[in-house]
């Protein structure tokens, strides 16, 4: 099984839970960025509540016309919140919601449900590639134990605190990791490969280093060493890869 991730609030790169929706059939308004049958564009977005901060109308519009200039293939969503079938019709994608948070919407065919783990955190779906291969697709969002992400809040942590505050996130992610190697040990599954992208609310372990203590908002925490925190090191197995 080869393991992608795609990480953060926004990223591209090469209540109870709802049965699947699609729109209807229709003419996609969004071309596709490549005419390669074996190449797609993923991104990730937490819109952040439900992209309405903006207006009750205009902002699920304007996450529209964001995505429209972007033009993916696949979306991985958090904070979805009722804006997610607004935004498909609008795509003409399939939309595959679980929840109120997270969703995917696809311009490919979605075959399968997949989902693991809690309905707040997790959505998963195989999907069917132009060229006819699989692709197994987890939108996820984690959560997190201390507010460190607001400017200034992380002044006066020291490096135990700060990978205290990842410890909901630590285990989200284990349990997800968990229920997706569950779900997948199928030898059915065993080469089709598998995207998680979401908004993981947690550091990487190579964050918060020496070489990157000139990044905006590092901690002093963490100054002086090159040595990797341990800690948040989960999703470290066998063919893993890492698209942030």
Known sequence: MKLYLLLGVIGAAIAHAETKKETPEATESIP??????NRF????????????????KEGPQRVVDVIKSVRPDIIAMQETYGSGE?????????????????????????????????????????????DKSKLAFYSVWLGYSKEIWKVGTRE?????????????????????LAGIKERLKDPKYADIPVIIAGGFNSMSHLDYIQRHSHSKGHSKAFKGTDQPAEKPRQVEFRGAMSAR
């Open 32 to 37: 596709r960025f490549t005419d390669e049958n």
């Open 156 to 176: 006066g942590l020291d490096k135990e605190q700060l990978i205290a505050a990842c410890h909901a996130s630590e285990n989200d992610i284990a349990g997800i």
């Open 86 to 130: 607004f935004i498909s019709e609008e795509l003409r994608f399939k939309f595959h919601p679980r929840g109120t948070n997270v969703s995917i919407h696809s311009r490919f065919p979605i075959v399968e449900d997949i989902s693991v783990y809690k309905e707040f955190c997790c959505a998963g779906a195989i999907l069917e590639l132009p």
């Open 41 to 56: 564009r993923v991104l990730q977005w937490n819109i952040f509540h439900g992209g309405r901060d903006d207006g009750e």
